[in-house]
């Protein structure tokens, strides 16, 4: 007995010894693979591994670690607001102006020279860049640039976003009007959006012809030029040597694919990456005591919410009544503290908090669990309801909606929790086969308009484009959004989403519970790295320190 | 005619008493020899008391899923031996109310592929033929396809919960149970005294559950013990990835699933439902094993 216990004990150990091994090699081998590519042979550093930080006088190439994948690198064929194609197109793609840098509030010009508008706001001409080459050496002509926004307008992923631009036209041979159905202040914000990304007709048409997968081989005008892609496992770029603005600092850049976010941080930590995109709340502390590394984080561009279908299966969620009740219910600190690590801003009104529109006076009604319980006796529910709650299954979601199931609890309200695989999920919203949810949604642009439009209009309650979660038909919230898309002055504007989130709050059609940060972590020797809300990382912007 | 059964059965009854209780004290006996698989016994009783007797001491609502934010992250203390969870729920209610779950799944399962796989298995090796193949053939297709994989799958297509979760491990076990009765069954259905009983004219039914089954309990008994433990595993596992038990149900693996991305900086948050997890699946282990050893009857001395 002793002996066979023995021999049990010695496998266990033998097969921690071999996980361990796995991942030693596996390291070892990925700084092998970056420093035995071709495009680096003046150096030979990386192999030293990164841990020695500060010594980095000849590194040239970046690694840059996400939790996830993009789908595709084509312009607009991801949904616009989709951070990882974003992440890595920007750097090979170039828009007509882009956000200046460490300013997200202020855009330059990027392949234009200067623009202007109509009169009526109904036309923007563009004074095209000359000069610029694409990664292929052909040189880039106005006729590209109105058929790539041509072609990003046909795109089903880019209409919630751009439905106001009719169509891009060419008018002479250094300038390109944009014209619109009406005129919408905010529209020099979309042309930012990598869905507008200036590619080349010429090579686009040759991929389609012979079958080359273009979201998977993408050649823009960027500062770096595409390398390889291997599923999984990472996408990486080299500079562009005759690129438009002159020389990059950094000369390479893997993207790597790391799906869990606490051995991606262990990563940074120890110096295998410069830099980690998604870092999870919990890891958050001990990065900010490391004097190594820099945390950079902003306020995201989206915020969680609870969204009650009121068209759904559930008939007591069409009552205002019970919706109000679970208004009142929610802890919003509470929410964050307990789901989110305390990492968050309370969100009340319906618009992310430091965009275009934001409320910053607006309160929703208050925390208070004996009102809610009186509510929701008045709406016939003294003795409570179950309500079913879908959400993914990353810790951002399945976190707060357990302290929220909590809390729902406490008024009665049993929530039959569903935490679902992403895929399974994303179905479900789409076909609406949902009671309520608790879901995210972010503004591509920083403009309120961005997410009432979707959000709200009764357009989208129940078309593929499954954005009105709530599957509100209100013909009071319609005329407000579009009021609030075509008004040009600011106050007024201001005031209509005033108006807006007030209808919100009395209807509680959506909950909005909290703002979190959009994080970027950079070893200290990435100088000018910056964190952005959206995810707008130009890494032509940065150097490492070579002190 | 059936007056006649009865009576043939009523008279053998006292001889067969005798012999049975006999026999299971001659088992109880060579098992209690075994030091190890009466850790296991011991371990697995206490662990199934703490189970059935939770309610007395623990009051779900108040204790187990109640979340006191201000209250997260203690360390372990007097107030809570095994400290709070990101929730400020206490670890210890949560992984004495988990002992629940995890047996009553554990059980559960075991129950419904015992059902099942009796009756499949039973009725296959006992009349043989083309049914025999018909049902095997079925099993061995289920059997097929990689039990984690199914149980996944079934989950994924109806939902988590506990009523799923027992149908998903419940379908993956009962091959097994089918093929273990059916081989028990085949090695007995050409003893004499089935033959007696059926010269007899009792009925089929009636000569598989009152003269084949008991007869063809021990192997079943200790698949039963296995497989409990393994399904103790399972659970956990699908939890682990968040297709189980759904919350703010207390299931260790959920538990632990919750607790690593604070692994770094709470490690207490995963030992106490880690060890819930390896003395259940210990004890059950040493059971079986143990009950092996005794039921063999070449082991006789």
Not at chain 1, 149 to 167: G, H, S, Y
Not at chain 1, 459 to 467: E, K, M, R, V
């Amino acid at each position: 007995m002793k002996k066979r216990f023995l021999s049990v004990l010695g496998m266990a150990m033998s097969a921690v010894m071999l996980f361990s091994a796995c991942g030693g090699s596996g390291t070892s081998s990925n700084t092998g693979g970056s420093t035995s590519e071709p495009t680096n042979k003046a150096v030979v550093t990386t192999s030293g591994g990164g841990a020695e930080a500060t010594g980095t006088t000849d590194k040239d190439t970046l690694v840059f670690v996400m939790n996830a994948e993009p789908t595709s690198m084509e312009p607009g064929a991801t949904s616009t607001g989709d951070s990882y194609p974003r992440m890595t197109n920007i750097q090979i793609y170039e828009t007509l102006l882009r956000q200046k840098m460490g300013d997200k509030t202020t855009l330059e010009p990027l392949l234009c020279d200067s623009y202007e508008f109509s009169e009526d706001g109904l036309h923007i001409n563009f004074a095209i860049k000359q000069g610029v080459k694409f990664h292929n050496g052909d040189e880039m002509t106005v006729d590209d640039v109105a058929y790539s926004i041509n072609k990003a307008l046909a795109m089903p992923n880019v209409q919630e976003l751009a439905d106001m631009i009719e169509d891009a036209e060419v008018i002479d041979d250094t300038h390109v009007q944009v014209n619109l159905k009406y005129a919408y202040s905010p529209v020099l914000n979309i042309l930012v959006n990598p869905a507008f990304s200036i590619i080349s007709q010429k090579y686009y048409e040759q991929c389609q012809a012979d079958g080359t997968n273009f979201g998977r081989n993408p050649m823009g005008t960027g500062a770096y030029k595409f390398v390889s892609w291997q599923n999984g496992a990472n996408i990486k770029l080299a500079a562009n040597e005759n690129w438009h603005k002159g020389d990059v600092a950094i000369k390479n850049v893997e993207f790597r694919f790391m799906a869990d976010a606490t051995t991606a941080a262990i990563a940074l930590e120890s110096g295998d990456s410069d830099i980690f995109y998604g870092v999870d709340s919990a890891d958050l502390p001990r990065l900010r005591e490391n004097p190594d590394i820099n945390v950079l984080s902003v306020q995201s561009a989206g915020f969680y919410f609870i969204a009650l279908n009121t068209d759904g299966p559930n008939e007591a969620l069409k009552n205002d009544k019970v919706r109000k009740a679970i208004n009142m219910a929610v802890n919003r600190q509470e929410i964050i503290d307990g789901g989110q690590d305390g990492v968050g801003w309370v969100t009340e009104c319906p618009i992310t908090p430091g965009i275009f529109g934001y409320q910053e006076d607006f309160h929703a009604d208050p925390y208070d669990v004996e009102a809610a319980k009186a509510l929701l006796a008045e709406a016939g529910y003294p003795d409570g309801l179950t309500i079913q709650m879908k959400t993914p299954e990353s810790s951002y979601y399945s976190r707060p909606a357990q302290v929220i199931q909590e809390e729902l609890r406490q008024i009665g309200i049993t929530v039959d929790l569903q935490v679902m695989e992403r895929g399974a999920f994303n179905t479900d919203v789409g076909n609406r086969d949902y009671e309520s949810i608790y879901f995210w949604i972010g503004s591509s642009f920083p403009d309120a308009d961005n997410i009432v439009y979707k959000l709200f209009h009764s357009q989208f309650a129940h078309s593929g484009l499954a954005t009105n979660m709530a599957c509100i038909n209100s013909p009071e919230a319609d005329e407000l959004v579009e009021k609030g898309r075509q008004e040009l002055d600011p106050d007024a504007r201001m005031e209509i989403y005033k108006q807006l989130s007030e209808l919100n709050n009395e209807n509680a059609w959506y909950i909005p519970i909290l703002t979190s940060t959009n994080t970027l972590c950079a070893r200290n020797y990435v100088n000018n790295a910056y964190g952005d809300s959206a995810a707008y990382y130009y890494i032509a912007d940065w150097s490492f320190n070579r002190e | 005619m059936s007056d006649f059964n009865t009576t043939a059965v009523v008279d053998a009854i006292p001889v067969h008493k005798y012999k049975k209780k006999s026999q299971a004290y001659v088992i109880w006996r060579r098992f209690k020899r075994n030091r190890m698989a009466m850790i296991g016994l011991v371990l697995f009783t206490i662990m199934l008391i703490v189970a059935i007797t939770a309610p007395l001491y623990i009051d779900y609502d108040k204790d187990v899923i109640t979340q006191t934010i201000s209250m997260r992250y203690q360390g372990p203390s007097l107030a809570h031996p095994f400290g709070t969870d990101h929730f400020g729920r206490d670890i210890m209610s949560r992984v004495l109310w988990g002992a629940r779950i995890s047996m009553f799944v554990g059980v559960g399962v075991v129950a419904i592929s015992l059902f099942i796989g009796s009756i499949l298995g039973a009725s296959a090796g006992y009349f043989g033929g083309v049914y025999d193949n018909v049902i095997m053939r079925i099993m061995d297709i289920v059997l097929a396809i990689p039990g984690t994989m199914l149980a996944i799958t079934i989950v994924a297509a109806l939902g988590g919960g506990i009523a799923n979760l027992l149908l998903a491990l419940g379908i993956e076990q009962v091959p097994k149970m089918t093929r273990i009765v059916r081989s028990s069954v085949l090695t007995l259905k050409r003893q004499d005294y089935i033959e007696a009983a059926k010269a007899c004219g009792t009925g089929n039914v009636r000569i598989i559950f009152k003269h084949i089954l008991p007869n063809a309990i021990g192997p079943i008994l200790v698949q039963a013990t296995l497989t409990v433990a393994r399904t103790i595993i399972s659970i956990a596992g699908l939890s682990f990835i968040g297709l189980g038990v759904l919350p703010p149900a207390p299931e260790w693996g959920a538990m632990i699933s919750e607790a690593k991305t604070q692994l770094m900086n709470y490690p207490y948050l995963v030992y106490a439902p880690g060890i819930a997890i390896v003395l259940t699946v210990t004890s059950l282990t040493l059971i079986g094993d143990g009950l092996r050893d005794a039921l063999d009857p070449k082991l006789k001395n």
